[in-house]
């Protein structure tokens, strides 16, 4: 095999000679689906089927596989890639992929990131400080409700205000309506300051809805979209990145969870297939992800790739205006803090609290 080969770690739940075949089999399984010896073409033999580099018994009695994947195989498709990384292999409940390593030239096809950490700084003129985010909460509020909202958020300084990501195009509030209504309230917000906040509208339907979605929000000013690669598809979500390069793209981790590690597939799939930010549950919220798991997201996303800029990191999901400094003391000032009912569940006082999350992150320096 070429040194080219996509290196993926699984975590196999066996040991010993259990964990040698079972790796094995997995070789087989993610690469030609058939028996070795049912393979006549040496080709195929040397070049095609995946390799076993190594095996790492664990103390907790499970086993670090590392295999090469053939680059053949994968083309150039980021659906084929997550195919071949993990297709068949997912439906199997004892194995979990670990970690991903690709080859620059792979990497590359797939462009990664269009504008990153700095081209999403460059769009919102906010520099030397971590930035905001907030959400447009609950589905189902009036459009008048979503820019009420919006006005208010970004009469405060918040960054970013994005839709909710379960908003469907034709919902009570439709995708145009509310680029219209809430485009309008950052527009009035920007005048006349150098912060410059976005509104990051939710692109939901097939590969034509969510191109007409970002064609229409791109003629109204929007700058940034939110997007949940695994919902939309990651070859739509890879083409369209590439196809909008001016368009900041903040994925969502929607269906993003089961075998495949969190760091892995939020920190460097997403960030491969052209996430500038990337969204994932902070520890000590809403969802279990661990300290170290969250800080491994945002190693991912932000670490030095020749030929690939950096994402940013946005830790969510139940967090609260008082862990600002503990949060930008984990991830530092490369990082965006996404707060959303915890702004929203201050009621009459929202404009206030969302003051004090800007003036939080603002005062918070730490670099990373």
């Given amino acids: 095999m070429n040194d080219d080969a996509l290196r993926v770690t699984y975590r196999l739940r066996a040991g010993g000679a259990a964990a040698a075949q079972r790796a094995q089999a997995l070789a087989l399984e993610q690469s030609i689906e058939m028996p070795l010896e049912a393979v006549s073409d040496a080709r195929v033999r040397h070049e095609v089927v995946a390799r076993v580099e190594g095996l790492d018994a664990q103390p907790d009695g499970s086993t670090l596989a590392h295999l090469a994947l053939s680059a053949e195989s994968i083309g150039g498709d980021a659906g084929q890639l997550l195919n071949m990384l993990f297709g068949n292999s997912s439906l199997l409940g004892d194995v979990e992929v670990v970690e991903v390593r690709l080859p620059e030239a792979m990497a590359a096809q797939f462009g990664g990131p269009l504008l990153g950490i700095d081209g999403i700084r460059d769009l919102t003129n906010a520099h030397g400080r971590a930035l905001t985010c907030t959400a447009l909460k609950p589905i189902g509020s009036s459009v008048a409700d979503?820019?009420?909202m919006t006005g208010l958020f970004a009469e405060a300084g918040i960054d970013i205000i994005k839709d909710d990501h379960g908003w469907a195009a034709r919902a009570h509030a439709s995708f145009e309506q509310r680029i219209?209504?809430?485009q309008r309230e950052v527009d009035r917000g920007n005048r006349g300051r150098e912060l410059r906040t976005l509104y990051a509208p939710a692109l939901c339907g097939d590969a034509e809805t969510?191109?007409?979605?970002?064609?229409f929000a791109q003629g109204h000013g929007v700058g940034m979209v939110l997007v949940a690669p695994m919902i939309a598809g990651v070859s739509n979500f890879n083409a369209l990145r590439r196809e909008f390069p001016t368009m900041a793209f903040l994925a969502h981790p929607a269906l993003a969870g089961n075998q495949i590690a969190p760091a892995a597939l939020q920190g460097t799939l997403f960030r491969v297939f052209g996430a500038d930010a990337v969204i994932f549950p902070n520890h000590g919220g809403r969802f279990s992800y661990a300290r170290e798991t969250c800080l491994a997201i945002a190693a991912a996303a932000r670490s030095t790739w020749d030929g690939l800029l950096p994402a940013l990191p946005v830790p969510a999901g139940g967090m609260s205006v008082g862990r600002v400094p503990e949060m930008v003391?984990?991830?530092?000032?490369?990082t965006m803090l996404l707060i959303g009912g915890g702004l929203l569940a201050a009621g009459d006082a929202l404009p206030e609290r969302s003051r004090e999350f800007a003036a939080r992150v603002a005062g918070a320096r730490r670099s990373p």
């Avoid at 969510?210 to 064609?215: A, F, G, N, P, T």
């Avoid at 003391?329 to 490369?334: C, H, V």
């Fill in 146 to 148: 979503l820019a009420r």
């Fill in 180 to 182: 219209v209504a809430c």
């Fill in 210 to 215: 969510m191109r007409e979605q970002l064609e």
């Fill in 329 to 334: 003391a984990d991830y530092g000032i490369e």
